[in-house]
């Protein structure tokens, strides 16, 4: 059974860091994307970060550049994002998703975690 779980999210105040962690298993993940989405209430899920398995391919909505980092140990099947300077604008629920090739289209993601919450206090 393919499984991605997510963990890391919690309650922190505005300009303080997180790091989620994604899991996943079931299977080899060689060559998928692995990307972090989020959705606030009323709002679309929107892309935060992805990132290929080959090399330093990367994306990262505008919004959290300079802020939020991807990486993934391929090894061990894992993915994590590192979420400095936090503002309430952040506050949403952060899933983990696998996509084999390449894609920023939530839509083309086919594998989903269940999501953890963040929520950043102002």
């Known amino acids: 059974q393919v499984q991605l779980v997510e963990s890391g999210g919690g309650l922190v105040q505005t300009g303080g860091s997180l790091k989620l962690s994604c899991a996943a298993s079931g299977r080899t993940f060689s060559g998928y994307t692995m990307g972090w989405f989020r959705q606030a209430p009323g709002k679309e899920r929107e892309i935060v970060a992805a990132?290929?398995?080959?090399?330093?391919?990367?994306y990262y909505l505008d919004s959290v550049k300079g802020r939020f980092t991807i990486s993934r140990d391929n090894a061990k099947n894992m993915v994590y994002l590192q979420m400095n300077s936090l503002k309430p604008e952040d506050t949403a629920v952060y899933y983990c998703?696998?996509?084999?090739?390449?894609?920023?289209?939530?839509?083309?993601?086919?594998?989903w975690g269940q999501g953890t919450q963040v929520t950043v206090s102002s």
């Open positions: 990132a290929h398995w080959i090399g330093q391919i990367r």
């Open positions: 998703a696998a996509l084999s090739g390449w894609s920023v289209d939530a839509s083309d993601y086919n594998l």
